[in-house]
């Protein structure tokens, strides 16, 4: 867990609930192996037709965030472990050629939720699951906003995790 050092303690619980729904959604994805396979490995993109591969589903400037604490204190963590973005006219600042999304962890809302259709489509099909990344990312963003109770964190861990084990429990 990230030690955030003498911050209010509201934005310390925020932050530490966006990193644990993070974790849980990289596992989501990483259970699903859709990206590498079907996009990032391509010569183009299964999702932005015309653009390489490697671009995966960025292709714009997602790191300006909104104007709560909790993002502040993220965006600040970020820089300390990956170092600033580069600055592009197009894609993100974060994201190379070479090694796709340097971002590991402390990501967006939009980037830590965002699914494809053609990856939506396939763990509807291949695993029953309907997932939809607005209500994901708004629940994201509720959690920076502070709009977030415990029993409401508690529910949606609880379907992530259902998620994850579906998948893993598929194969």
Request: aromatic share 10%; hydrophobic share 35%; glycine share 8%.
């Amino acid at each position: 867990m990230v030690e955030l050092g003498l911050i209010d303690t509201e934005i310390e619980r925020q932050v530490h609930q966006y990193l644990e729904c993070e974790t849980l959604l990289r596992r989501f994805f990483d259970a699903a192996d859709f990206c590498y396979d079907n996009c990032l490995s391509q010569k183009e993109s299964l999702f932005l037709r015309g653009f390489p591969g490697y671009l995966g589903c960025c292709i714009s400037g997602i790191l300006e965030g909104g104007l709560h604490a909790a993002e502040f204190v993220i965006k600040d963590i970020r820089i300390e472990k990956y170092g600033s973005p580069e600055n592009k006219k197009d894609g993100c600042g974060y994201h190379t050629r070479e090694q796709g999304c340097r971002l590991k962890d402390l990501k967006p809302p939009i980037c830590i939720a965002y699914m494809c259709p053609p990856q939506k489509e396939h763990i509807k099909d291949e695993f029953g699951i309907d997932y939809n990344f607005e209500p994901v990312k708004r629940f994201l963003q509720d959690i920076l906003e502070a709009k977030v109770d415990d029993a409401e964190m508690s529910v949606f861990k609880s379907r992530l995790e259902s998620f994850i084990e579906k998948i893993e429990n598929s194969g």
